[in-house]
């Protein structure tokens, strides 16, 4: 069963916004992404990139989601992950940003 999830901060913008002309090279945008993760919401959150593998060029949208929910081990407060995603069509819908990934694979718990 896919648990409650809620979107608590989005950024999103062009996947290629700010890198020169010419063609793109993927490993430096996915490391661009996952730096300004970093400087968004800290090196302490779980981070999962979503690339679709079969991919000729990365989509369009890059967004970076910090996504809160339940807490798998009842003796903490909650659960969370910042998920790094890209696509043709921006989503506000955190289950929609996550994709098909189960949410225990890749977050954490928390507490205050």
Known sequence: MTPFLTLDAIYITRTYA???EGIPDEAYVLD???????????????????VDPHHQRLPTCRTIAWII????????????????????????????????????DV??????
Do not use: N
């Open 18 to 20: 700010g890198v020169l």
């Open 32 to 50: 661009s992404a996952r730096s300004q993760a970093r400087a968004l919401f800290g090196s302490d959150r779980p981070t999962y990139l979503r």
């Open 69 to 104: 929910g339940p807490e798998m081990d009842k003796s903490m407060h909650g659960s969370h992950c910042v998920v790094i995603w890209f696509s043709d069509t921006p989503s506000l819908d955190p289950h929609t940003i996550l994709g098909d990934t189960p949410w225990e």
């Open 107 to 112: 977050a954490k718990d928390f507490e205050y």
